[in-house]
């Protein structure tokens, strides 16, 4: 093969490899600066391997695979999740080689595993075979990677950082991560999204900073419990093929409730650490620029305003229980900086680091433990695993749950059924906490939620079902009916911590995280999703 030949096959992959992500994104080709932003890194990663190797097909064929795996994954998301990879999705990657079962089985480990080992032989073998057409300089390579990196490091402190973020304003992103892949590229929308982020998130962070972590013992001796159930949410609500006795307890808590109702989420399939930051914080997520997308890359570093703290300042001992991998979204650093005293993870509560976990009843029984140990005065957030997706094969159904839910080919069935029988096991361990706090007359506050919906696009497509919203309790009313009031996340937690404070508590902490984030110079962001009932 010639030479010119070589290089305009070469040439052509590379320009496939980028076109290929920008059609996942619906991203035009029109002539403007954000489409030689999307180009220019992309680009420039390719001219550095071909100087290094002096190979046009080789230098081709890895940006082709490489730009197919990223395509992939991005698609993946969009089906999975409704929304693209963001700037902070590259704080997962090495989760997918720890964990690899919460992410391979969404886009098919078959075909991971197998592009990535054929990829990776195919790209050996032109690197061995094909002749370079000009004098591999791996020098050269190397001296352009580090000036690319110089500058990175430059552009990413002051005055070329606000610099670049004020020409990346007049490209006009919105902040949402669909739009904004459309408009400037999926790459330039990595770009855009990370430098601003990281732009503002200083100021972010002083404003969230809380007042005082000082102790005022001051708080009642009433036992504070808040669950965050894994992809739960009133799955009757899809159909009525659903049995309507599947969730007594979840029923009985609501009857007895002082406040039940849907909750507004900030994600859809995934993305936990959304609805666990609002809830822990009483933050809106429009108050935390593009570090929404996930405020425990960069923001939850340092100690930030949280009911935690709150709780804390009023005396109370702060636990969370987790029974997985305690780094795992970094939760580790997060947890310290929201306010926690101690963070229990699988190494202290037991179960398996792969499905099954430990069971949400086994779970329940475990928080009781923990109360009785540490006493009334005591906040124990949960952050539960049993019924964590994908929901393949693992063990045999329950013959009464493999009963409903017909027709046979009703899509993603087995895996419904299997999200439905764990449903059951967290309705049990809400049964169980509710008893348990009873049966020690300890006047406790009970918050019960989930962060999520479970990921079944074509089920929910199936049954005409298109509500993003999740379901809460707050157990057990003190007087009166229950109140149905639907909320966004961002208020639960306020929500719980107001009334067993006290109302002259509750204005004090709104009016100090007011008074904080009107001092933030930063501009604020559209939520991710629609108001609860839209």
Partial sequence: ????????????????????????????????PQLLLDAVLWLLGAAVLMVATGRPLFTGFVAITLSAGFALADHTMRQTLREPIVFCTVSEFPQVFTHPHLYLPFAGPGLVIGGAAAGAALALGLLWFEAPVTSPDPLAAAVILAL???????????????LTVGWFRRLGPGGDPDADAAALGPFGMLFVHGVIARAERGARQRALAPASVRETASGPDRPVVIVQCESFFDVRRVSSLVP????????????????????QVPGWGANTMRTEFAVLTGIPESDLGYDRLNPYYALARVPLASQVWRLRRAGYRTICLHPFDR???????AMPALGFDVFLGREALGGSKAPPYLSDPDLAQQVLRVLDAEGPRTFI???TMDNHGPWHDSGPLDPEIAAVLHPEDLPQREQLLRYVDGVRRSDRMLQILAEGLEDRRCDGTLAFYGDHLPSFPQTFRYFGFDEPHSDYVIWPGRAGEARRVDL???????????????????????????????????????????NVGD
């Fill in 1 to 32: 093969m010639g030479a010119l030949l070589q290089s305009a096959i070469g040439a052509a992959l590379v320009l496939a490899a980028w076109l290929l992500p920008r059609r996942i994104a619906r991203a035009p080709l029109a002539i403007k």
């Fill in 327 to 333: 780094r795992f979204f970094r939760r580790d650093l």
């Fill in 381 to 383: 957030f949960v952050i």
């Fill in 148 to 162: 690319f990196a110089i500058a990175s490091v430059l552009i990413a402190q002051e005055p070329l950082l606000g």
């Fill in 488 to 530: 966004p996340a961002w208020q639960l937690g306020r929500a719980v911590v107001d009334a067993v404070l006290g109302e002259s508590e509750a204005r004090a902490a709104a009016a100090e995280l007011a008074a904080n984030l009107a001092t933030a110079p930063v501009p604020a962001l559209a939520p991710r999703f629609g």
């Fill in 244 to 263: 309507a006795d599947l969730l007594p307890g979840f029923d009985a808590c609501r009857a007895a409730a002082a406040q039940y109702g849907r909750l």
